[in-house]
């Protein structure tokens, strides 16, 4: 991603840029999830600094399947978990509402052998598990409550709020992902999506783009 094509000064001022864009769209009692790969979680946490957030919790993703690596091949993800303040959304209380959460989440990755494996390799190289995601939408927030994603990639965040009876707002630069996110939450949630300035559905929408560039609808 970003982090490969940026020297370490760069990356961690663009990474301090995003955290400080999302600030206006926060609550400050709100809590942040940032995952990191563990080269980088240095730049994370240099960011996180600058934007006076306070570290609440360091949480491992750990995978089912390895992926690459040329010494150790890696296994996890890191998740950095930071507040703009000392209050903020407990909803696991050590356990005492039900919910019993560790710091080590074992979900599948992308590289595991699942059932849906070739579609989401397709619709996204860093997908993540969307129970993973839910789960964190649980540990901290309310029925009802917006969930922030500014990178929202293949709309994982948004299939999770909606599992959840949350609301999702979520940003993505890439055009060809919007797509992805708007026909996975078609496919999976069976939410048609329609587009606020023409009024047009995604689907019709869709079908349109694929005739000009020459295919079928």
Not at 16 to 31: E, G, K, N, Q
Not at 145 to 166: H, I, K, M, N
Not at 198 to 207: D, H, K, N, R, V
């Amino acid at each position: 991603m970003a982090a490969e094509e940026m020297d370490d000064q760069d990356f961690t001022e663009f990474l301090s840029r995003s955290i400080t864009a999302s600030l206006p769209y926060m609550d400050t009692t709100a809590l942040y999830y940032l995952f990191m790969d563990w080269r980088h979680v240095g730049n994370l946490n240099a960011a996180a600094k600058c934007n006076e957030l306070i570290q609440q919790n360091l949480c491992v993703w750990s995978k089912t399947n390895a992926g690459m690596g040329s010494f150790y091949r890696s296994q996890h993800e890191l998740v950095g978990v930071y507040s703009r303040s000392d209050r903020f959304q407990n909803n696991i209380q050590l356990g005492s509402t039900g919910r019993y959460r560790t710091n080590v989440w074992v979900y599948e990755g992308v590289n595991s052998f699942s059932a849906t494996r070739a579609d989401d390799l397709t619709d996204h190289p860093t997908i993540k598990p969307t129970q993973m995601i839910a789960d964190i939408i649980l540990d901290c927030t309310s029925i009802g409550d917006w969930v922030y994603d500014p990178f929202l990639g293949s709309g994982t965040t948004c299939q999770a709020a909606e599992q959840t009876r949350r609301r999702c707002l979520g940003i993505e630069y890439e055009p060809r992902y919007v797509d992805v996110a708007l026909k996975r939450l078609k496919d999976r949630r069976g939410l048609n999506a329609i587009h606020m300035v023409s009024g047009l559905p995604f689907a019709e929408i869709a079908a349109e783009r694929q005739i000009k560039r020459g295919g079928q609808a």
